[in-house]
């Protein structure tokens, strides 16, 4: 018997490839991500009311500034997560993945709690296994890489030791 959770992903999945979503989404999403994160002191993500969500702690790639992204991830099922850069099928790699290649040490929220990772981009022999998983989350995602005309970075989050000095 399916939840609930999966008959309203099964309604709204298709809706997200529709050129409206695609292009509202990018606009209207962070703002609404932003105002529940701060009304849920981060526990709570819209995105993550139908998917597993993170927020993803970056240092800007030219910038050198802080930024945090809200993500959809899938669980690797070794302890990982994978994350694609899909951008709502835009032509254009989002910023986050640039902050990742160029500094591969970030952290992720997740249900409110803080962790350092390792990004790594997922190599070409592990493309189809990762996004076998991610479409089994949310079926058809995999069409966002398809229509943007590009290849989709995808990273694997590996959980690491804390990397904060200790106190003194």
Known sequence: MPTVQQIVRSVIAPLTRTRVFRALAPVVLPPLEWVVGRISGGRVQLSGLLVPSLVLHTIGARSGEPRDTHLMYTADGRGRAIVAGTTF??????????????????????????????????GNDERDEAWARIESQWPGYRHYERDSGRVVRLFLLRPVADRRSPAM
């Open 89 to 122: 099928a835009q032509e254009r790699h989002p910023g986050w993945t640039y902050n990742l290649i160029a500094h591969p040490d970030a952290s992720i929220t997740v249900r409110g709690r803080r962790m350092p990772v390792r990004a790594t981009l997922v």
